[in-house]
């Protein structure tokens, strides 16, 4: 048996996608769902795995860096908010959500006694949406061929001014 434990929350933001052929390279907004599913072989003494309360409490910075802001270059000039150096897609952003995650279990020793980060299943729209399962690390690998923001918006530059 395995027993996984999952919470739902909402985020507003917005992006762009640099070097995007379609609509995806204008400025434009979702309404983000994540699910964070947390996977527990331990039982505490009033029968949680951890508290629903708790897993809030490891999400919150997760929101506090996504929730109502622009993320569109690498400047961020409209938030003054730490930015992920790639583009904002579903994916990218579930790589960083795990790893927020990771990071808040390790400080919250005592909550996280058994627990681990399962899933993070984040929807951009209400039919499209990623699934990162924290299985193995080879996934992270293939991150080495993901070009920076700051790459693609030179690329975009440079498109430009030989459109011109
Ligand atoms: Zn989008």
Known sequence: ??????????FEMSHRLAGHQGNCANLHGHSYKLQVTLETNTLKRLGMGIDFS???????PVLKKYDHVCITSIDNKYTNKPYIQVN?????MAADIMSIIKDELAQYAELATGVRVHKITLWETST??????NEN????????????VQELIKEEEENETHNK
């Open 1 to 10: 048996m395995r027993l996984f434990i999952t919470k739902c929350f909402e």
């Open 88 to 92: 904002p897609t579903a994916e990218m």
């Open 54 to 60: 708790d897993v809030k409490k490891l999400v919150q």
């Open 137 to 148: 690390e080879s996934w992270y690998v293939t991150t080495d061929s993901v070009a920076s």
């Open 128 to 133: 499209s949406y990623v699934e990162l399962v």
